[in-house]
């Protein structure tokens, strides 16, 4: 059996800012395995600009961001192997994986880091009713197809749901001379940034119809009209507001799912919220050892984010190579209350903690001038005010290892939702 | 005096901005929460401007398609004009980040550059 101080699943932006935070935290013995041709995950097909400006202070592609990272793993002389999926993880952390060239094999590995990113919900998933003809698509494929392996899917197109990826194909299918007929959300407001509404639909002309959703696809071969009806606050469809599109392509841009097969599977406990595992504050999961980061622990909006929560993974991956597990620390749970979803960590340490933490979470619904508010047990600690928050637009609360050591007795920390100033 | 309400799209965070106009001339910027946001509006109410980025076929590389973008940003109602420019250009392998794909931008004097490493199929891979 092969070993590794630590193994990372998945050579996209997690994995790879992982690796690079591990090396430089002084382990030398890691391996990356990513199931794609090539080290980049999904930023290999995101070819607009717009990342990295928070790491590099200027707006990349996709893949140039992405190619920042691969070259650091480079210059690292980091391990990698591509075409490679991983197949098992064990809870004492045996990684089993198999390729073309070295078929099946296991790993021994101290340490473990989950970064296996995430997938997209499925017509399966979605319950649209209608004919199953060719020419539905998730928008991540039809952006692969259009991006990378340069096909396009059809010409004229509606896309049910405002996710990110729906907006950027928009915009894409449309330069590439397709017709994107209307964008319809089902929920009341986009589940997308604001900047993607603003220059991949606005600036074309696209509709955007909230409250919308698909009630019907025709077609037996290959998509031919897709009927949207406006939905009631129950999200159901109110009947005599049929509009019926004639296209040939639907894509579906619907939410993403982090893909945690492989950490169910190792035992790991996950949030039903984020369907990701939960972690404490070093973004270790309930196994000791194994940790996680990017969108497989929760769905970022930012690659951004990605990265600076993947670089603190692997450095804590480091120190639990290199000490082992912490004696028994204390452990104080977050409670996220009142519109705040879910926290990511879940746990803190007081003792184990950096100085300074971010905690990351998603609001419940559209919020207008209220406050993100934290509580030590009953202890106001602090209150932001922000004028507008979006469950597409994740939110962050910095606490203060100096701050919660004036709380010794502290029982529980509360996030919550407030109104007003 | 008008107004205008905007979304800056100088980094996801997407501030809402509103510019004050009086007769054409922007006198003041509020809601941004950086300069670029100040930058941005200025210019998106008297010059709107766009980088655009697209895709290229590429001969003899390890993948079918390179993805390049202007070096910097061109006026928005150029962007057409630059993805036809783009529609039947094939670059051969090896493409490096920044190779000059177009040298003017459909007559916007803006270069189009390479986005994306694309290294050339091994003589082996060709056969």
Known sequence: MKQYDLVIVGGGPAGLAAAVSAKDSGIDSILIIE???????????????GFGLHTFKEELTGPEYASRFIDQVMERGIAYKLNTMVMDISPEKKVTAMNREDGMFEIDAKAVILAMGCRERSRGALNIPGYRPAGIYSAGTAQRLVNMEGYM????????????IGLIMARRMTLEGAKVKVVAELMPYSGGLKRNIVQCLDDFGIPLKL???????????????????????DRRPIPGTEERYTCDTLLLSCGLIPENELSKSAGVSINPITSGPVVNDSLETSIPGIFACGNVLHVHDLVDYVSQ???????????????????????VE?????????????????????????????????????????????????RRKRPVMAPGEMEQVILSKAKLSEYPDLSKITIRIEEGE | MSTRELTCIGCP?????????????VTAVAGNTCPRG???????????????????RVKGGVVAMTNVKTASDIPKDKIFDCVEALRDVVVTAPVTIGDVILPDAAGTGVAIVAARNVA????????
């Not at chain 1, 899917?153 to 990110?164: A, H, T």
């Not at chain 1, 698909?214 to 290959?222: C, N, P």
């Not at chain 2, 965070?13 to 001339?25: H, I, P, R, S, Y």
């Not at chain 2, 050339?120 to 056969?127: N, P, R």
């Open chain 2, 13 to 25: 965070l997407g501030c809402a901005v509103t510019v004050t106009l009086e007769n054409g001339d």
């Open chain 1, 35 to 49: 199931r794609d041709r090539e080290l980049g995950g999904i930023l290999n097909q995101c070819i607009h600009n």
């Open chain 1, 211 to 233: 409250s919308h959703t698909v009630v019907d696809i025709e077609g037996k071969e290959r998509v031919e009209a897709v009927t949207i009806a406006e939905v009631g606050a």
């Open chain 1, 309 to 331: 929560e993947a670089s603190s993974a692997g450095k804590n991956a480091a120190a639990y190579i290199k000490n082992g597990a912490p004696a028994d620390a204390k452990t």
């Open chain 1, 153 to 164: 899917p059809g010409r004229e197109v509606v896309i049910l749901g405002s996710g990110d």
């Open chain 1, 334 to 382: 977050i409670h996220p209350v009142d519109g705040v979803r879910y926290t990511v960590p879940k746990y803190i340490r007081p003792s184990e903690m950096d100085d300074n933490l971010t905690v990351r979470f998603r609001v419940g619904d559209v919020y207008k001038n209220c406050c993100i508010a934290t509580y030590f047990d009953d202890a106001l600690i602090s």
């Open chain 2, 38 to 56: 100040d930058a941005y509006a200025r210019k998106e109410v008297t010059n709107p401007t766009r980088i655009v980025t697209s895709t290229v």
């Open chain 2, 120 to 127: 050339a199929l091994s003589e082996a891979q060709q056969q």
